[in-house]
Each structure stands twice: as structure tokens, then as C-alpha cells.
């Protein structure tokens, strides 16, 4: 996705320094972070194709019967859904990406400069560890 | 199903997440239109784990007392500047949470710090909040990031930040109360005028069998 966006779109998606480690990882449930990067409206529809389709990856890893309505949800705040990204450009390199919506937040973030060792969260802050599920 | 994911996921990273030879400290910053919260995560790697934790454990007995972890907060306070519009504000600490030895010695233990700060009297329209974090300058690596603010009053335009995240500044948009509080505020005012003159007459009906006698 980085490597399709145009230099305008990478100006907005590239943040300028260096994201070490998840910002809102476990521990931090119920925590908004500002929002950054590109707007997913800002891409073009192919782009954002291939963003839902990064997205799906962590929203997607369930039954059918829950991960379709779930991607529905997810899609349907593309407004203010967000897409950021940290470090090299180049295939493999150890960089940072995160994807923020009013129901998703997927942090990738490798350690240490090394894809060797990944930390990873996936978040819907409405439903943090399920609360909706226990009415909390 | 959800639920059981969730808990897989939230729960999956902590017991990987062995940080090496870096001191993760990550900032939070939460605005609002008279005060700023922030909090610190700071969570030492294995290989610095040690050196940290003399650092907490000042008399070398092992253990941390409380006064021990607020002398912690207030030297890791000291590194740490906080301005808004080129005004230095001072943080207080607000709140303290110490891992277990064991946990910092795996690279898993996290100190949480939360520091208060009142804002000086800010006129509608644009600011400028500066975080600057120096502690500690050598194995330090850093997140820092403004929370969503709670209220609509203020907007955060901006956040610009120094390669390594150790100055963070957020630029926001302070608004006035809305008209609902206004109305609110008024509200209030005159149901205090109407409490004060009813318990003065309250007052006085009680006094006066007193004054008969």
C-alpha cells in the first residue's frame, strides 16, 4: 500500500519519526490516541482496497458469520479512518504502520529494527476485550 | 467468538514484548481547556532492567517502598518540561503504579506515572502545548502522542515531534463554552441567588419565636 501511494498521498500517510514500539498496546484499552496520517477518503478506490484488505488480515480472522458485518463496520467509517506508516519503504524493511478508525485500531511495529520480532494489536475501542459482549 | 479473539490478542503481545537494551517510555498526553494529564509508561529492557531498578531502589535492600517509587516519579518529573504558548507549567504527580521486581527483570514490567498540571487561563483560538522528555538521554527510546480530547472545546490541529519523539508539540484550537453551558452557568447563578435569599427567609422564620420569647 506505502509503495501505491503518489508523493502528495505519502506526504500525508509518512509520519517523521521513528515509532518504536505499539502506542496503544495492551494495558491501554479505552485510550484515543489523535488520529494521523492519510485519510483513507484521500485514496484512491484501489488503495483502499488494499487498505481494507491489510485491515482484514487482524478484522478478519473469525467466522464468516461475525468478520463480514465487522469489515461492513469498519468500512463504513472510511471518513475517518487513517493510515500511517513509520520507517523504510522498501519490501521487507522492518517499518511501522497503523490503521485507525472510530471502530479499529491495528498497530504492526517491529522491534528493535527487526521483522525478526513484531508487536501487533488489533482494537476496536468501542468493544475493548469485548466489554460490549459483558455489558461493561 | 469476538470475545475470546480479543482476549487472545490483547493478552498475546505482553508475554513476547522483551524489550532488550532500551528504556521504552511512552507519553500521553490528555488536554483540557484548564489542565493537562500526562502519563508515562515506562518500560525497561532486559538488558537495562538492573541499572533501572537501583535506580528505583535507592537504600539497595531489594525492595521499593512508597517513598522510594515518588522519589522515582519526581526524578524522572525533573527531566521533563512542559510549556504551553512559551509559559513553563509546573506538573505535580497524581498517581503511581510499580510492577513486581520479577516483571521489570523479564523486560515486562511496566512503571506507570500520571503527573496533573493546570493550565493558565487560555483566550479562544490557537495554542501551543510543548512536551520535552530527557530522561533518561541515553537508553531512552520514546512515544509521544495527545490523546482525543474529551470535550469539543478544544481541537488538536497538530502534533509535531522531533525524530526520536522526545519533544512533542501539540497544536490545538481552544473554543468557547458553548451556549448550552452558558445557559447552564446562568441557570445555576440565578438558582443560587433564589437559594440564598429562600434560606435567608428560612432564617429568619425560624429566628423569630426566638425573638418573641
Redesign the interface.
Known amino acids: 500500500l506505502i509503495n501505491a501511494l503518489d508523493d502528495t498521498q505519502r506526504r500525508q500517510a509518512i509520519l517523521g519519526f521513528r515509532v518504536a514500539d505499539l502506542v496503544l498496546g495492551p494495558g491501554q484499552d479505552g485510550r484515543t490516541i489523535q488520529p494521523e496520517g492519510i485519510r483513507a477518503s484521500a485514496l484512491s478506490p484501489s488503495q483502499q482496497t488494499m487498505m481494507w484488505s491489510i485491515a482484514e488480515e487482524w478484522a478478519g480472522i473469525m467466522n464468516t458469520v461475525f468478520a463480514e458485518p465487522r469489515m461492513a463496520e469498519i468500512r463504513s467509517n472510511l471518513r475517518d479512518t487513517y493510515f500511517a506508516w513509520s520507517g523504510p519503504t522498501t519490501n521487507g524493511s522492518p517499518a511501522y504502520f497503523r490503521i485507525q478508525g472510530p471502530t479499529l485500531l491495528i498497530e504492526y511495529a517491529p522491534q528493535q529494527d527487526s521483522v525478526d520480532h513484531i508487536h501487533t494489536i488489533y482494537r476496536d475501542p468501542t468493544n475493548d476485550y469485548g466489554a460490549k459482549f459483558v455489558g461493561k | 467468538?469476538?470475545?475470546?479473539?480479543?482476549?487472545l490478542?490483547?493478552?498475546s503481545?505482553?508475554l513476547?514484548?522483551h524489550?532488550?537494551d532500551?528504556y521504552?517510555q511512552?507519553a500521553?498526553l490528555a488536554l483540557d481547556p484548564s489542565a493537562v494529564q500526562l502519563e508515562l509508561?515506562l518500560t525497561p529492557g532486559i538488558a537495562v532492567a538492573d541499572a533501572v531498578f537501583i535506580e528505583v531502589d535507592r537504600n539497595g535492600d531489594g525492595l521499593v517502598t512508597a517513598a522510594e517509587q515518588r522519589a522515582y516519579a519526581a526524578q524522572v518529573l525533573a527531566g521533563i518540561t512542559l510549556s504551553v504558548d512559551g509559559t513553563s507549567i509546573q506538573m505535580e504527580p497524581a498517581g503511581l503504579i510499580f510492577p513486581e521486581r520479577e516483571m521489570i527483570q523479564r523486560g515486562e514490567g511496566?512503571i506507570h506515572l500520571r503527573y496533573n498540571a493546570a493550565l493558565p487561563r487560555l483566550l479562544d483560538g490557537e495554542h501551543h502545548l510543548v512536551f520535552q522528555n530527557r530522561y533518561p538521554g541515553d537508553i531512552g527510546?520514546?512515544?509521544a502522542?495527545?490523546?482525543?480530547p474529551d470535550t469539543d472545546r478544544i481541537a488538536?490541529v497538530a502534533?509535531r515531534?522531533?525524530?526520536?519523539?522526545r519533544d512533542l508539540t501539540i497544536d490545538f484550537v481552544l473554543r468557547g463554552a458553548p451556549a448550552s453551558s452558558t445557559a447552564m452557568w446562568f441557570s445555576g447563578l440565578v438558582g443560587l441567588i433564589v437559594g440564598v435569599f429562600l434560606t435567608r427567609s428560612a432564617r429568619g422564620f425560624i429566628h423569630a419565636p426566638t425573638g418573641l420569647r
Open positions: 467468538l469476538p470475545f475470546a479473539l480479543l482476549l490478542l490483547g493478552f503481545s505482553p513476547s514484548a524489550r532488550r532500551e521504552l511512552a500521553r509508561a511496566t527510546v520514546f512515544l502522542n495527545a490523546l482525543v488538536v502534533q515531534r522531533d525524530f526520536t519523539q
